[in-house]
């Protein structure tokens, strides 16, 4: 693929709702644009977007694609988004790479959850916008009630510029509104310009004038011409929209079908025509990673954008974090799984290289010297988690390393080790995230694990003083083994820990036989008091003893410590404590009600609510831990995926009494398996 100049480059997100024809419309655009020679079928699992074993399988995306077109002597890069909550990883890559984002919404189902999301994600950004109202030729489609539903969720920028002509069966083609044209298609996707239909007529008049009006107020100048009732070309009203769209003030609305080809060569001129180009500074080369795929047989391939500069085969740049250089050996763009070598990298250009040696996403790779700020990506946090193991013993350090690979090629991803627990911890964005994460470790790594619910990290304090002895008495001929502690343990304040007391006096345990018996105490509390978790703020005592002059050993007394450890805490009044966490729910101002309902079912307790605006409240809460483990599945359907949350650990509380015992004997049981 040649290099572009990068006035003629355009980076292109497509964002929508699952479900919404993103992957269908890439095809599409790629069809229609002349880079492949025939359309594919989500359905049938050969799209150029859609090309991973899981993506085929489930129908859906669940990856950020790369696809470049070359039409009219421009360069569109067009970056496919999966549509569902749990990668939304992605879609924050791709606003991060994009210089316009075009969102796709279904005419049957209208504005969803996930576009409402990502479009709050893109404004936060400052990225452009605009809109293509897709599957008009399906039953139950309706362009002026998806309008309608644009307008009440984005605003007055949102702003129509072309109708279509028919809907559902009868669907046409499209009326450009700028240059009051009707195209007409006939099924191969080539548009034929042709009259408007007359039952059309008015109703493209007064969309046309709106059309305009909101156009030319941006421009003093267009405005006052306007108000005097002067033809304005059309060229000059396109370059205002372009204008308007590069500032995120206007949101065109394009219209058609992806499947039926219909209204999609119009999106390709608008995007040569209207979309920015991208906006890159004068200075050294700069790159951005965005995404990392990661290939067993490959290894690593970048996926960049040139932030300025240009950078050719075999060019090197700095890695900012790292501070290595990296040698370009590799330099190639994407077109789903099929790769392309290319010569050089211009400024606001989007590209792939293969094995840099420690570059992950989100880095940037830069000249020597340079340094520049460039916003981090803002992923969210992982809320879903799973505990894993390998199926076969003596995986763990495969486990570990295809993880760690996988992490790199998704850094949404979370993978931790529990010491409490003795868990390792997968955490994901939601079950199907987590689903296809173990796919992929079987498939691309040949690791196979089993999963397990995550056991919550209880703890076991005492409520009152007691005494016990500690006894090893065992003759067996030769040297035998002897010895006596008597300890004390009693409560201490909360996060003092355990604290461990030498009252010996008179040499009844010698002074080299101390350290055992406070190791014996430590091991005891690490494995488990009375109701079998680790014991915390305890004061011990060791206030007397026995020994003998040949059979006390360190072993002795620490087994000794042990036994009376264990008989003490039994006779203090076990009390068996539980994590409580911090929560800060954000929902839909129409959700308040039930989540708070729902909270105060899970032994929450609320501690205040705000309005925050944009319709939405902030619930804070505390909550124990064990009763929010699922909870981003709870939530996602109680607001219908309008919710999101984060939970932090905040202190340890009694668990109620008419619980323990559940407690303890499903970690009974758990500790069995």
């Known amino acids: 693929m040649k290099t572009f100049a990068t006035a003629q480059i355009r980076n ?12 269908t419309l890439t095809e599409a655009l790629l069809f229609t644009a002349g880079a492949i020679p025939r359309m594919g079928r989500v359905e049938d699992g050969n799209t150029v977007a859609d090309f991973d074993p899981e993506e085929q399988r489930r129908g859906i995306s669940v990856s950020l694609s790369l696809a470049p077109i ?18 939304i990883g992605d879609v924050v890559a791709a606003i991060n790479a994009a210089d316009l984002a075009v969102f796709v919404v279904s005419a049957v189902e209208g504005v969803e959850v996930q576009t409402e999301i990502a479009w709050k994600l893109a404004a936060r950004r400052g990225i452009p916008r605009a809109i293509f109202v897709n599957k008009l030729d399906r039953e139950r489609a309706s362009f002026q009630r998806t309008l309608d539903d644009l307008k009440a969720k984005f605003g007055a920028g949102v702003a129509p510029v072309q109708l279509p002509i028919g809907e ?7 009326v450009e509104l700028l240059n009051d044209v009707a195209i007409t298609y006939n ?13 059309m007529e008015a109703e493209e008049h007064s969309v046309h004038d709106a059309l305009v009006e909101g156009i030319v107020v941006a421009d003093d100048d267009l405005m006052e011409r306007y108000l005097a009732d002067e033809k304005i070309e059309v060229g000059e009203l396109a370059k205002a929209l372009a204008a308007g769209v590069a500032q995120g003030t206007v949101f065109p609305v394009l219209s058609g079908s992806a499947t039926k080809l219909v209204g999609v060569d119009r999106l390709l001129k608008f995007l040569v ?6 906006d890159v500074a004068d200075g050294a080369p700069a790159a951005l990673v965005f995404k990392t795929v990661v290939d ?7 996926l960049f954008k040139m932030l300025h500069g240009s950078v050719a085969h075999d060019g090197i740049l700095a890695n900012q974090r790292t501070k290595a250089d990296e040698r370009f050996h590799q330099l190639f763009t994407l077109r789903g799984k099929e790769q392309e070598n290319v010569t050089e990298v211009a400024a606001g250009d989007i590209a792939a290289v293969a094995k840099l040696a420690g570059t992950e996403t989100g880095d940037l790779l830069l000249a020597k010297g340079a340094d520049i700020d460039v916003p981090p990506l803002e992923l969210p946090e992982p809320l879903l988690a799973v505990a894993i193991h390998p199926k076969s013993k003596g995986d763990e350090d495969k486990l570990a390393n295809a993880m760690h690979r996988l992490q790199e090629e998704d850094p949404v991803l979370r993978i931790e080790r529990n010491a409490e627990t003795h868990q390792t911890v997968l955490r994901g964005m939601g079950e199907t995230h987590l689903s296809i994460t173990i796919e992929r470790l079987q498939r691309k790594f040949g690791v196979e694990v089993e999963t397990e619910e995550v056991r919550v990290p209880y703890r076991e304090t005492i409520t009152g003083s007691a005494e016990a002895e500690g006894k090893v008495k065992k003759q067996t001929g030769g040297h035998g083994q002897f010895a006596v502690a008597w300890l004390r343990v009693e409560p201490q304040t909360r996060g003092a820990g355990i604290e461990f007391v030498d009252q010996i006096v008179g040499g009844v345990i010698p002074r080299q036989y101390i350290p055992a018996v406070d190791k014996g105490v430590h091991e005891t509390v690490e494995h488990g008091g009375a109701l079998g978790f680790p014991v915390v703020d305890v004061k011990v005592t060791c206030f007397d003893g026995k020994h003998h002059p040949v059979d006390s050993s360190e072993m002795a007394f620490k087994t000794a410590a042990a036994s009376g450890m264990r008989e003490a805490l039994q006779k203090a009044g076990p009390l068996l404590l539980e994590p409580i966490s911090e929560l800060v729910v954000i929902v839909p101002e129409a959700s308040q009600g039930e989540v708070m309902g729902d909270l105060n079912s899970k032994r929450g307790r609320i501690h205040g609510t705000a309005p925050i605006g944009d319709g939405e409240v902030e619930v804070t809460a505390l909550v124990p831990t064990s009763e929010i483990l699922r909870y981003a599945i709870d939530l996602r359907s109680m607001t219908g995926g309008r919710g999101r949350f984060n939970a932090t650990f905040s202190h340890y509380d009694p668990v109620p009494s008419h619980l323990v015992d559940k407690i303890a004997e499903a970690a009974k049981e758990a500790s069995k398996g």
């Open 187 to 199: 099924g191969n996707g080539k548009g034929t310009v042709s009259p408007i239909p007359a039952e």
């Open 12 to 23: 292109v997100a497509l964002i929508g709702h699952g479900g919404s024809g993103k992957t």
């Open 296 to 302: 067993p047989y490959v290894g690593h391939v970048n």
């Open 70 to 87: 070359e039409y009219e002597g421009h360069k569109i890069n067009l970056l496919d988004t999966p549509g569902y909550a749990d990668f």
């Open 273 to 278: 025509e209207e979309a920015p180009a991208p």
């Open 168 to 174: 559902e069966a009868t669907l046409q083609g499209v």
